[in-house]
């Protein structure tokens, strides 16, 4: 029997909208896998999440912003206090607050990489949407532990994607929420100093918007009647309690040298962060040396590294922080063919790390900062030979 007339039009039609159907059928999967891990309950939800939520709704919401509830900026907390008028389980719809930005930082990626890719955009596109959705990094952080990584790096990833369109005041407006968000937004910092310095197109005075967003999402809690004026977000970071081990759970550099909780730690630490500091001026003066040009591939070549390279090795990071650096990884390993088989190592790194966090996973952190190290001199070399061609 021949094939119908019909059978034949749906098959046209389907082949003709492909990648639709696919993002739709990609999309959906995303959420049915968020869906069923709704109902599981971090640590850091029972004893953070949702006291913040139960303290902020018995405070009036909104009115609640006059004293600072949690270790979070004034942002979020008003994320919070507004999630208090919606009635819907606390912990539902902190979860539900972070899937969005899922979805948003999904379609972000996928926007850079159709802006700097230089053939294949839809399907390359299309492949970013899908591995960002669907890594495991992502949902396991917004739908099983409810954290809101997804929301700070959704609006880092915009600022790079407006510094790649030359539209740089607004691209440091995007990046002052992601700071006014969440403090280790701050490791994205060192790139954006790079890019003012190999770019020379805007002026470092664009800088001065970063802390003036921190500022102006101040502005419910100084109307709620909060003391501290226009330094209530500075007050908030500097108060915010400081590790006091070397590696907290993250497979860094630290993990191989010293003990998690050496008796001079303070001294350690701050050489740490010169080490850190070192190491990122010394990928930073061979680029400028080689002249490489920040066009928005090597661009993205260069944020990668800096961002790796800064989590680490410095001391006191958690498996968390690595967050933007595995996004940035995926966008690298759909851009450039010779990375991708660093990607699922990169991201199996810290798959590890959730699990001890989430489910009790055992590990042994030092075999891991092992194979970390390794992969970031791997990545080095490779991006780096890249660098020096282009």
Request: include cysteine; proline fraction near 4%; charge should be neutral.
């Amino acid at each position: 029997m021949k094939i119908t007339a019909a059978e034949r039009k749906i098959i046209e039609w389907v082949q003709e909208h492909i990648l639709v159907l696919f993002v739709i059928f990609v999309s959906v999967c995303g959420l049915l896998i968020r869906w069923f891990l709704r109902e599981i309950e971090s640590v850091d939800a029972a004893n953070c999440l949702l006291p913040w939520y139960q303290e902020m709704k018995a405070g009036g919401g909104f009115a609640a912003l006059r004293n600072q509830v949690g270790n979070y900026n004034v942002l979020y907390q008003f994320l919070i206090a507004a999630m208090t008028y919606v009635p819907i389980y606390a912990l539902s719809a902190y979860k539900a607050l972070s899937v969005i930005f899922d979805y948003a930082l999904a379609f972000m990626a996928s926007a850079l990489v159709h802006e700097i890719a230089s053939e294949h955009k839809k399907g390359i596109a299309v492949l970013t949407y899908t591995l960002v959705l669907l890594s495991p990094l992502v949902w396991l952080n917004s739908s099983a532990w409810g954290q809101c990584d997804s929301i700070y790096c959704f609006w880092i990833v915009a600022a790079f994607y407006c510094l790649c369109r030359d539209r740089y005041s607004l691209a440091f407006l995007l990046y002052g929420v992601a700071f006014a968000f969440k403090l280790q937004a701050i490791f994205a910092l060192p790139f954006f100093l790079l890019f003012w310095f190999m770019k020379k197109r805007f002026s470092v005075l664009n800088f001065l918007l970063i802390p003036l967003v921190l500022i102006i999402s101040t502005i419910p809690a100084m109307i709620a009647g909060r003391e501290g004026g226009l330094l209530i977000g500075f007050q908030i970071y500097a108060s915010q309690p400081g590790s006091e081990i070397l590696y907290n759970n993250y497979p860094s550099f630290w993990t191989l040298v010293s003990t998690s909780a050496p008796p001079d730690y303070r001294m350690i630490m701050y050489a740490g962060m010169f080490v850190a500091a070192a190491v990122m001026i010394s990928l930073a003066a061979d680029w400028a040396e080689h002249r490489v040009k920040p066009d928005p591939v090597n661009a993205l070549y260069m944020f990668f590294l800096l961002t790796y390279a800064c989590v680490l090795f410095m001391p006191g990071m958690h498996e968390r922080y690595g967050y933007v650096y595995e996004i940035l990884g995926i966008l690298v390993a759909v851009v450039n063919r010779k990375t991708r088989a660093l990607l699922p190592v990169l991201s199996g790194i810290t798959l590890f790390t959730y699990g001890q966090v989430l489910f009790g996973v055992e590990i042994q952190l030092t075999a891991l900062a092992v194979i970390n190290c390794a992969v970031f001199l791997i990545y080095t070399c490779l991006l780096t030979k890249e660098l020096h061609a282009a």
